[in-house]
């Protein structure tokens, strides 16, 4: 089954890149320390999943790229063109000239109708050059005008006009300190919409994946492009070919679909994060020596702990025992700063996967009670190991991992909100107050549902 | 000397864009010009590759009157340093002899001379005259021009109006185009440079001409940017100083001095004026740099009116550039790098005579140029922010900007641009000079007797100017005051 990847905006189009770039780096610049077989195997799955054939040339990939100015989406295709590996089709891609000055309501209300054909009927195209569509991955950030507003109304069509298809958002939570001035305001309206329209939301943090750069791979002057390959490594881990199965035979054929089913059962609860150990830079890899029983105590304490990243991780945490009386500020037993899940995902690739015990992850303990605790926890594996990591594990969450960064939104937003400072702005493109309260209601639900797990 | 109004533009051909004009067809678009394409360049392969997206926008250069053209003139001049090329621009000129200088100079390419409206008077320093004699006169002219311009833009995006705010004809007559540009072409932005009168200036009624000038930037403009000539000035003997003091290890390199005009176009001696006005041609040049050059966080025209206006009338930006100049040694350390930013907040380095970083930020704007990481932008607000207020509701107003392409003799630059109620003292000085000469009705029948002109044009334009004196001493006034959030909605759970 294959995916269709829409890069909408700056940020979604220069991370799109970078995943594909990733995903090749990984089929063709190692051999993934598995048989031929094994490898083949995985390059066949790889590729089916995010790029087809074209005559004699090289790959194209699955993706449809939507910009509202032009200068990035050219320097996009060029250099990917330039790889020799990949490159996207000429004419899968849509921009104006003018971007949408980061304002949602433009992105929304003025591009995403007056373009809605045009774009839909790119995605169309894509779509139908799937034997077997598996979904859609978007890729947009929350803080500027095109990928968040155009994004949010893309995915609203997506939606209306593939009712039954996966539709995967992936996110980008803008650092704290701003990129944007009103980046508040447009996180609040793209996540409530998003949260209508989309299966699940699959967030990366700046301010994250910064500290990642700086303290695990220690770039000394970081750029966008290193958080981006970051980025793009992430998500490469976790949409590589696994199997879903124990003993299972062939690659998964449906990503997208195992993945909301096994992280979304329930629609008030869609919001997912990423960890990936281990991380560090390419000249550490061989020097170190990882053990899977290492990385999955790692990886726990940091689901536990809410841990952004493998350094710096607070062990003083514990999951409560059920039944007891350790006193905590919810209605439920669990302790504070304690990380309490929905479902988890563990993925992992490389030597000797099959023995790895797993039964840590499945500790009822760290689960919300209202589901049982077999069907919360899930793994995927594969033992061929991805870009040059000889072991390495993926945790996607459903928990409370984004309550905080939602909540600091949301807050931020609105008492921005309160002052009606830049509302004019939105008005202008007709997005009024109504709207705005609309979204923060429904964002205060989110928040409300997601701590009182 | 000519009083003139002047307009440029990049770009290449296309459709027209502004208000339907009586049904027509309109003709279809001419077929790409190589050398046109991309602004400046003939196309790489890079965009030949990149065939199919269009062009970027374009913008158009308004400049009136005297100082506008002088500004003008420096402006195309490092436009054409930056993008190495020759393009087509508009010119719109008030009088001769400004208009016959440059059709005989080095820019004479670039400019049309089928483009001219000229007069032979000028405005005898009465924005009356500029505004409501020459506007009047000269509208249906003017339009023409303006919409021959916009025609040839495949997609408008900008005007710049460059003028002063204290003389007849790029007060009144600038503000009057201004007027016109919102009626005419109402989705196009409109950015207004704008050279405010110093204490000393020698033309008395400059404070009547910058109070009536101030009404209609208040209600017609998007963003301005205030100017003064006594902050040009220091910034240029400063860089002099630096210069001649022999005190630097290294020299500073010959074309890097932000009031520098070498390796432009221009080969005649450099006038007086030339220094400082290069100061605010290199601002624009900066303002629009990520809408024509690559970056890895574009930031174009229209991100900055949306993100630096939080209400509609507080749309005064505070500009500074830095460095002023560049040292020969190609390293920069991280700590020149850091001084850089450093600097930008200071209050020497602000192109008005205020100090931001003792008043209250609405929000702050920086855009970055040339060899400098995400990393570094983020690290040096880190530092800084501690040391700055900002507004209750904008604790973490920060609009940024990364453009790969430096400026011409530079490796880096930064330009800042701040909401900060430190613009008031500009505006309450202008008010006081102002009432010193309205009190005694000095000079005002030079005004009254214009067509069109009335007291009651005066009272308006100095309760508008106070009615913003007012929005900005309330904004003061929450400055380090208890900060409560307004409480979050509740829900029913």
Known sequence: ?453 | MGRSTAGGRWGEGGRAVGKPRPPQRRPPPPPPRPLRRRGFRAPSSKEKAAAACPAMTQSVVVQVGQCGNQVGCRFWDLALREHAAVNKALLIDMEEGVVNEILQGPLRDVFDSKQLITDVSGSGNNWAVGHKLYGCQYRENIVEKLRKTAEHCDCLQCFFIIHSMGGGTGSGLGTFVLNLLEDEFPEVYRFVTSVYPSGEDDVITSPYNSVLAMKELNEHADCVLPIENESLFEIVNKIHQMVNSGKLGSTVKQNSMITSSTGSAKTAQEKPFDAMNNIVANLLLNLTSSARFEGSLNMDLNEISMNLVPFPRLHYLVSSLTPLYTLADVNVPSRRLDQMFSDAFSRDHQLIQADPKHNLYLACALLVRGNVQLSDLRRNIERLKPSLHFVSWNQEGWKTGLCSVPPVGHSHSLLALANNTCVKPTFIELKDRFMKLYKKKAHLHHYLHIDGMEQSCFSEAISSLSDLIEEYNELDATKGGPRTDPSRLKIAV
């Open chain 1, 1 to 453: 089954m294959s995916i269709v990847t829409i890069q909408l905006g700056q940020c979604g189009n220069q991370i799109g890149h970078e995943v594909f770039n990733a995903i090749c780096g990984d089929v063709h610049g190692t051999h993934g320390l598995c048989s031929k077989k094994e490898n083949e195997s995985y390059h066949d799955a790889c590729k089916e999943r995010f790029f087809r054939e074209e005559e004699s040339e090289v790959p194209v990939a699955r993706a449809v790229l939507v910009d509202m100015e032009p200068k990035v989406i050219s320097q996009t295709l060029s250099t990917a063109a330039r790889s020799g590996y990949w490159k996207y089709d000429g004419r899968s891609h849509f921009c104006q000239k003018q971007g949408s000055g980061n304002n949602w309501a433009n992105g929304y209300s003025v591009h995403g109708p007056k373009h809605k054909e045009v774009i839909m009927d790119l995605v169309q195209r894509e779509a139908e050059k799937c034997d077997r569509l598996g979904g859609f991955f978007t890729i947009m950030s929350m803080a500027g005008g095109t990928g968040s507003g155009l994004g949010a109304f893309v995915t609203q069509c997506l939606r209306d006009a593939f009712p039954s298809s996966f539709i995967l958002n992936h996110v980008i939570w803008p650092y704290g300190t701003g990129e944007v001035i009103v980046q508040n305001y447009n996180s609040v309206l793209t996540l409530s919409h998003l949260y209508q329209s989309s299966d699940a939301l699959l967030v990366h943090e700046n301010d994250v994946i910064h500290k990642i750069c700086a303290q695990l791979m220690n770039i000394k002057q970081i750029s966008f492009r290193d958080v981006n390959q970051v980025i793009a490594h992430q998500l490469g881990s976790v949409f590589q070919p696994t199997y879903t199965a124990e003993g299972g035979l062939h690659y998964s054929r449906n990503p997208l679909g195992d993945l909301m089913e096994m992280l979304v059962p329930h629609p008030e609860f869609k919001m997912l994060g990423l960890r990936n150990i281990p991380q560090m830079p390419e000249n550490f890899l061989a020097y170190s020596t990882f053990s899977w029983p290492g990385l999955i105590k790692h990886l726990r304490q940091m689901l536990i702990a809410n841990a952004k990243m493998e350094e710096g991780i607070d062990w003083q945490v514990r999951p409560p025992c059920l039944g007891s009386s350790i006193p905590s500020s919810h209605s439920t037993n669990k302790p504070l700063h304690f990380n309490t899940s929905v479902a988890n995902l563990v993925i992992l690739r490389g030597k000797d996967t099959h023995s790895v015990d797993l039964g840590s992850f499945r500790d009822p303990s760290l689960y919300t009670s209202w589901l049982n605790p077999q069907d919360a926890f899930n793994a995927w594996k594969t033992p061929r190991s991805f870009n040059k990591y000889e072991k390495s594990a993926a945790l996607v969450s459903n928990s409370q991992f984004l309550l905080k960064p939602l909540d600091s939104v949301v807050g931020k937003a609105w008492n921005m909100f309160a002052s009606k400072a830049y509302i004019h702005q939105y008005t202008k493109f007709g997005i009024q107050e109504e709207d705005f309260l609309d979204s923060f209601t429904a964002l205060e639900q989110v928040i409300s549902s997601y701590s009182n797990l």
